[in-house]
């Protein structure tokens, strides 16, 4: 596992480079020019005595700053879930693979697991790091040094419990995304609510521009904020179904393809 921390940690800051590059650039190059000629035929149209049109378009509803820093992490958040996934994707597949080949009928005595272990060793170094390679590897392990049964049963179940608590850590930045993305959208309703009230006394005077374009603000960074938490949160939800599932499997893999063939012979 160490040996991915670089690699993993590398990925994060680059994948966050990339939001902040991409969505600045959209933002720059077509959100708010398109919002701010938007809002600008609106101010005409208001200055004319007449209904303005468009108040509510997307490019309106996102183009602050609260906005796009939420589009940021939502990106990051969405890189850092894609790597993961793969991950599990890949550690799924390998669950249709025969890693150690037991004939049916076969046992397997202590002084035999060393032996079904070599197939394992011959993996590829990345594949040797997913789960079932190393609970596999674990439980012939132990069976050679204790030739006991329930005690190879209790390594797999410790070590699929200690994979799903590292599964679980490594979503801890994930899940700090989805809480800091709303604290942001109130932070936008903070800002816009401060405006409006900065501009009371020009309500009082009978321009309500203002006042409306901060409330504006206020009502869109909560709105984006809050849609773009439930897309996070429902992402981040599947891919913990996927991980819990994997732990499980792996669990049933073990069971079937070798905790049912093991055998020590009685003494005496």
Request: proline fraction near 4%; charge should be negative.
């Amino acid at each position: 596992m160490k040996r991915r921390l670089p690699s993993e940690f590398l990925y994060q800051v680059f994948s966050l480079l990339f939001a902040v590059i991409v969505v600045h650039a959209a933002y720059v190059g077509v959100i708010r020019p398109s919002a701010d000629s938007q809002l600008a035929i609106q101010a005409v149209q208001q200055a004319a005595g007449e209904t303005p049109t468009g108040n509510r378009s997307l490019a309106i509803v996102i183009k602050d700053y609260e906005q796009e820093a939420c589009f940021i992490l939502l990106l990051w958040a969405l890189a850092i879930m894609g790597l993961k996934a793969a991950r599990t994707r890949s550690e799924v597949q390998m669950l249709d693979r025969e890693l150690i080949a037991i004939p049916d009928g076969t046992s397997i005595l202590p002084r035999d697991a060393r032996e079904q272990s070599r197939s394992l060793e011959a993996l590829p170094a990345d594949e040797q790091d997913y789960l079932l390679p190393r609970a596999l590897g674990n439980a012939l392990s132990r069976f050679t040094t204790t030739g006991s049964i329930p005690a190879v049963a209790d390594a797999v179940r410790e070590q699929c419990d200690i994979e799903a608590d590292r599964l679980d850590s490594e979503l801890s930045m994930v899940r700090y995304i989805s809480w800091a993305i709303p604290s942001i959208g109130f932070i936008g309703t903070v800002r816009g609510i401060g405006d409006a009230l900065g501009q009371a006394y020009k309500a009082v005077e009978g321009d309500i521009s203002g006042v409306t374009v901060s409330l504006g603000v206020a009502f869109n960074s909560t709105f984006v904020a809050l849609v773009l938490s439930i897309i996070i949160m429902f992402a981040l939800h599947q891919l913990q179904l996927s991980q819990e599932r994997l732990v499980l499997n792996t669990q049933r893999y073990i069971d079937r393809h070798l905790l049912r063939h093991l055998s020590v012979p009685r003494s005496g």
